[in-house]
């Protein structure tokens, strides 16, 4: 049964609006995941607290408490020009990097662009990447664009917070970062079983620091004068060759 909300004092409109901002995400361990698609793969997950329907919405209903606004009400809550007038409250999942037990790791490096983390957090689930470590400097995974751009991978793909100097505790994974010096063609490397790939920062690229811990450093082939690859492309092919790779040893 959806309920209306007609006031913008009501106490759970309030509060969803202050998700907007980051450390009120951090406070409720809540974040806000908008569109459709992203709604019915909260629910699936069975992260959805509740959700925020506009006025015109006229699409499916989840067993989740469900509250109707107006249009006016609800664009206050969205983050998208062109709305389709439904967003859930989600509740965030803590991981430790301890508990860490899989073969492909991605590690953002202080990825800052939303758009790429979100693209990062989407092709690591599509090539077969178990988890997702995000250093200093990343922008924050429960920001309602970075949300929006993993088309719902961010409620299967468990997300991990750490300092740099906490990679060291990936004894079993062989780091590998696309830098520049002493790099080998990334065509001409066999990947362990066990890889953390790292991304680095759009603009200054892998940390001296993280850089310093790679085993594998690897350099991708490119054609024409362009200097380098957008850093969500530049970490998918890693992963996607790492994955082909995978297919191939296991018979797949």
Do not use: W
């Not at 806000?32 to 992260?47: K, N, T, Y």
């Not at 780091?175 to 991304?199: C, H, R």
Request: net charge negative; charged share 25%.
């Amino acid at each position: 049964m959806i309920k209306e909300i007609t006031s913008t004092e009501n106490k759970i409109y309030k509060q969803t609006k202050k998700l907007l901002n980051r450390s009120e995400r951090y406070k409720t361990k809540l974040f806000i995941a908008e569109g459709q698609r992203i709604v019915q793969d909260a629910v699936c997950a069975g992260v959805a607290e509740y959700i925020f329907v506009s006025s015109n919405y006229d699409g499916a209903e989840y067993d989740v408490p469900t509250y109707r606004v107006s249009d006016k009400m609800f664009a206050v809550l969205s983050d998208t020009e062109t709305t389709q007038g439904i967003i859930a409250v989600c509740k965030m999942t803590d991981y430790n990097i301890e508990d860490i037990n899989c073969d492909t790791l991605l590690v953002s490096d202080g990825v800052s662009d939303p758009g790429n983390l979100g693209t990062l957090i989407r092709t690591a689930e599509c090539s077969g990447v178990e988890g997702v470590i995000l250093l200093k400097g990343t922008v924050d995974p429960y920001s309602p664009k970075v949300v929006r751009s993993t088309m719902g991978s961010i409620f299967r793909v468990p997300v991990y917070f750490a300092q740099a100097d906490e990679l060291k505790k990936l004894s079993d994974y062989a780091i590998v970062a696309t830098v520049l010096d002493g790099s080998k063609d990334l065509y001409e490397i066999d990947f362990p079983q066990k890889t953390a790939v790292v991304v680095g920062n759009e603009a200054h690229g892998v940390s001296d620091e993280v850089a310093s811990m790679a085993m594998i450093r690897t350099l991708i082939p490119m054609c024409g004068n362009s200097e380098s690859l957008n850093a969500s492309v530049a970490g998918s092919v890693v992963m996607y060759e790492i994955f082909r790779q995978k297919r191939l040893k296991s018979g797949y």
